[in-house]
């Protein structure tokens, strides 16, 4: 799903920037300029339709559907495994977080304002919901009661 929408997302960047070197780069606009400054079709097929595929794809297949509803639940480093943690903790004030949201500073000193709980699976208990790695989690069994 990513590399679908990022596909679309890069093809209407190239027709972008296509239009625009050809349009601000020549000093007299020639055929091939005319041909895209004149003729809207070009706009419809690489710029609105890649965006309308898009838009309609995340409506109908949104991927947050397929992902835990406990946010503090997370895959092991082994793949298979799912843990449930603390969740994100962010030890600095709001306003530091506003100001400073992927903690550069703290990045920079060596000493991060969160923990990387993810690192330590053993530390944290096993999931009881199921392990949606393994297509048993209660995603799966959303889809199975929806389906059948």
Not at 24 to 53: G, I, K, N, Q, R
Request: charged share 25%; hydrophobic share 35%.
């Amino acid at each position: 799903m990513l590399y679908g929408t990022s596909t679309l997302v890069t093809i209407r960047c190239v027709a972008r920037a296509v239009e625009a070197f050809s349009v601000y780069t020549v000093s007299s606009c020639d055929s091939f300029c005319l041909v895209l400054l004149e003729h809207e079709w070009y706009l419809y097929v690489f710029e609105a339709a890649p965006m309308l595929l898009y838009t309609v794809w995340l409506n109908f297949m949104h991927p947050g559907y397929y992902l835990p509803r406990d946010r503090k639940q997370f895959l092991d480093l082994d793949g298979k495994t799912e843990r449930i943690g603390p969740g994100w903790v962010d030890k600095r004030s709001k306003w530091t977080t506003f100001l400073d949201p992927f903690d550069m500073q703290g990045r920079r000193d060596g000493k991060p304002n969160h923990e990387q709980y993810w690192l330590e699976g053993e530390r944290w208990p096993m999931s009881e919901t199921g392990c949606f790695a393994q297509e048993t989690g209660s995603n799966v069994e959303r889809e199975k009661r929806r389906s059948g």
